[in-house]
Nanobody
Framework: VQLQACGGGLVQTGGSLRLSCAPSESIDSINGMNWYRQAPGKERELVANITSSGHTAYADSVKGRFTISRDNAKDTVFLQMNSLQPEDTAVYYC??????????????WGQGTQLTVSS
C-alpha cells in the first residue's frame, strides 16, 4: 500500500495550511491514520492520529492548532494546521495501518511533504 501526501509549502508565521494523504489504491479497511513530522536534527514525532471510529489524539505542541480528520469514503486523511509557528517546520509524513482482505496486515507511509514556516 502506497500513500501519497501533499499540501506542504512555505507559509508565514500565523498562517494556515492543510495536508492531505491518500493511498494510491482503495483499501477495504483502514484502522488508524496518523501524521508524523521530523524536523532537521530531531527524531520523528507523532503529531496526530485518528481511528476508524473518528477518535483523535494530538501532541501537546499542536493541540488547539491542528485538526486531523478523515474521509473514509475516499480513504483520505487531512491535517488542518492553523496558527503555524517556525517550530512547526518539518517534513510531515502520513501513516496508515490496519488489516485488509486484499493486502493483509499493513503499516504504510507516505513520501513526506515539507512544511516551512517563516518568521
Amino acid at each position: 500500500v502506497q500513500l501519497q501526501a501533499c499540501g506542504g509549502g512555505l507559509v508565514q508565521t500565523g498562517g494556515s495550511l492543510r495536508l492531505s494523504c491518500a493511498p494510491s489504491e482503495s483499501i477495504d479497511s483502514i484502522n488508524g491514520m496518523n501524521w508524523y513530522r521530523q524536523a532537521p536534527g530531531k527524531e520523528r514525532e507523532l503529531v496526530a492520529n485518528i481511528t476508524s471510529s473518528g477518535h483523535t489524539a494530538y501532541a501537546d505542541s499542536v493541540k488547539g492548532r491542528f485538526t486531523i480528520s478523515r474521509d473514509n469514503a475516499k480513504d483520505t486523511v487531512f491535517l488542518q494546521m492553523n496558527s503555524l509557528q517556525p517550530e512547526d517546520t518539518a517534513v510531515y509524513y502520513c501513516n496508515a495501518w490496519g488489516y485488509s482482505g486484499t493486502f493483509g496486515y499493513y503499516n504504510s507511509w507516505g513520501q513526506g511533504t515539507q512544511l516551512t514556516v517563516s518568521s
